[in-house]
């Protein structure tokens, strides 16, 4: 792998350090190690934005404890005067794995989170939700004081958490895309996005295929028509992006999907990849990006 803006070879880890990577925002680079902490949260404040980050240690099972880190987290935002939570990023140890229950640990994740929305009126943020090489889940929250965040949902896809249960007991609690309105304009931020059509995976074992669909997805989600349909004046293209950042689920294929992105996102968008578990047994590719 000879990726120009550098390129992670290595496995997922909890990438704490990234948030600016992350979020294109500065002022958080080091926020695992100069935030305070409440409890088992850590957090930073920055630019008019809080983030937070906290573990739930590996466990047989997730959905009580998720649940409750859940509400803590919802109970700290707003206690901080950060109520809007912009986007929310999952790492996530044996995420195809069983939980004691025999459910999938990303399903009993899910249970968990559900449950925590279930008891709130928050609005759906823009999410990830990925495997991990680490034990245990690792969660970061980015939340901002203005009140201006519009959740997108993709006309090509069902929302998440619209999802049947096929897909398990309890739908992912998240929205395709935020748009955030501040001072000096718009960011746009895109959740995970990956091969699922409707609600189903598509091209299942078709590595261009999946990329094909996820990029036509992130095309369908950021689109001048899809924002208006949700009040928003603003439009974009894959180019838009300033950067993106690639889930791989095998090492063998970092370099046709970094091709890929490259080609399909062009020069002006920093591509990073990771290889990473994804929430779907299937899914080959998932991929996330910021347009400011
Ligand atoms: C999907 O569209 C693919 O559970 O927070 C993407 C982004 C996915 C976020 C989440 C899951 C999540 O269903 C998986």
């Known amino acids: 792998m000879t990726g120009s803006r550098g390129v992670a070879l290595d496995d997922l880890v909890l990438p704490s350090a990234d948030l600016g990577v992350h979020t294109g925002l500065a002022g958080f680079g080091d926020a695992w190690l100069t935030g305070r902490s409440e409890g088992r949260l850590r957090y930073a404040e920055a630019d008019g934005f809080l983030y937070v980050s906290a573990v739930v240690p590996p466990s047989v099972r997730y959905a009580e404890a998720v649940r409750a880190l859940y509400a803590e987290l919802f ?52 999410a990830s939700a990925v495997g991990s090489a680490h034990e245990g889940i690792g969660l970061f929250l980015l939340a ?32 395709r895309a935020g748009y ?8 746009l931020f895109l959740s995970g996005t990956a091969s699922i059509v409707g609600h189903e995976t598509a091209c299942p074992g078709d590595l261009d295929g999946q990329l094909a669909t996820t990029f036509a997805n992130v095309e ?23 950067r993106v ?46 347009i400011r």
Request: aromatic share 8%; hydrophobic share 40%.
């Open 75 to 126: 109970a700290l935002t707003r206690r901080m005067g950060y109520p809007t939570i912009c986007r929310l990023w999952h790492y996530i140890g044996h995420i195809n794995g069983t939980t004691a229950d025999g459910l999938e640990t990303y399903r009993d994740f899910c249970v968990g989170r559900a449950l925590a929305f279930e008891e709130v009126s928050t609005a759906m943020p823009p």
């Open 144 to 175: 901002t004081r203005s009140g201006g965040l519009t959740a997108i949902e993709n006309p090509l896809q069902v929302p998440a958490y619209r999802y049947p249960r096929d897909h398990g007991p309890k739908p992912p609690s998240f929205a």
């Open 180 to 187: 955030l309105r501040h001072a000096s304009g718009g960011t």
């Open 220 to 242: 369908a989600v950021v689109h001048e028509r899809n924002l208006a349909r949700h009040g928003v004046a603003a439009g974009f293209g894959l180019a838009d992006f300033d």
């Open 245 to 290: 950042t690639a889930y791989v689920r095998h090492a063998a294929d970092l370099a046709a999907v970094e091709s890929a992105c490259r080609a399909a996102f062009g020069a002006g968008t920093a591509v990073r990849l990771h290889r990473a578990d994804l929430c779907r047994a299937d899914l080959l590719v998932e991929v996330e990006g910021v």
